[in-house]
T-cell receptor, first 114, second 110 residues
Framework: DSGVTQTPKHLITATGQRVTLRCSPRSGDLSVYWYQQSLDQGLQFLIQYYNGEERAKGNILERFSAQQFPDLHSELNLSSLELGDSALYFC?????????????FGPGTRLTVL | GQSLEQPSEVTAVEGAIVQINCTYQTSGFYGLSWYQQHDGGAPTFLSYNALDGLEETGRFSSFLSRSDSYGYLLLQELQMKDSASYFCAAPNGAGNMLTFGGGTRLMVKP
């Protein structure tokens, strides 16, 4: 158990809908990272927040957005969902703004878009 | 940008030694991490090499050669529970963006 929690574990929704994925980092970690894992794209970095501020952006679609709240939990919002958005979404955390060495991953949210 | 290449699959026998290679092409290079992921599970950090050479942690070792743009993960005394996918990953300069290789699926057979 990494200490990172994610809810929900599974999510099934329809195309065009909007969902919110939630992540709580390990106690003491200020950085939260979001990743998408799909069969054809592999594990891809989406976005990072550090202490409430956006620090890095990867291959995140405009339909997706994220935020980190004062209590350091983070939410990833996915809207106008398409079939291709079906994937595992992981949240990871690290103590500092640089997760160069080690990032701690949560159990993931499996999103299925029908 | 960064790209990391790994073999897609490796098979080995219980008790043997296996090496998983990773070659990279990056505009800037700051080190190489390795993660393990069991089916349906989360990636788990194994090791990080910032400098050339071998880092050993129990049965697992990781090696980096910057001059060859190459690294590997060495797993010794393989156990059935080592069957998993292994990913190499490289951070950007700020260390806040990890680019992952495609992953190597290791199957350990009895």
């Amino acid at each position: 158990d990494s200490g990172v929690t994610q809810t929900p574990k599974h999510l099934i929704t329809a195309t065009g809908q909007r969902v919110t994925l939630r992540c709580s980092p390990r106690s003491g970690d200020l950085s939260v990272y979001w990743y998408q894992q799909s069969l054809d794209q592999g594990l891809q970095f989406l976005i990072q927040y550090y202490n409430g501020e956006e620090r890095a952006k990867g291959n995140i679609l405009e339909r997706f957005s994220a935020q980190q709240f004062p209590d350091l939990h983070s939410e990833l919002n996915l809207s106008s969902l398409e079939l291709g958005d079906s994937a595992l979404y992981f949240c990871a955390s690290s103590v500092g703004s640089s997760g160069r060495g080690e990032q701690f991953f949560g159990p993931g949210t499996r999103l299925t878009v029908l | 940008g960064q790209s990391l290449e790994q073999p897609s699959e490796v098979t080995a026998v219980e008790g043997a030694i296996v090496q998983i290679n990773c070659t990279y092409q990056t505009s800037g290079f700051y080190g190489l991490s390795w993660y393990q992921q069991h089916d349906g599970g989360a990636p788990t950090f194994l090791s990080y090499n910032a400098l050339d050479g071998l880092e050993e942690t129990g049965r697992f070792s990781s090696f980096l050669s910057r001059s060859d743009s190459y690294g590997y993960l060495l797993l010794q005394e393989l156990q059935m529970k080592d069957s998993a996918s292994y990913f190499c990953a490289a951070p950007n300069g700020a260390g806040n963006m990890l680019t992952f290789g495609g992953g190597t699926r290791l199957m350990v057979k009895p």
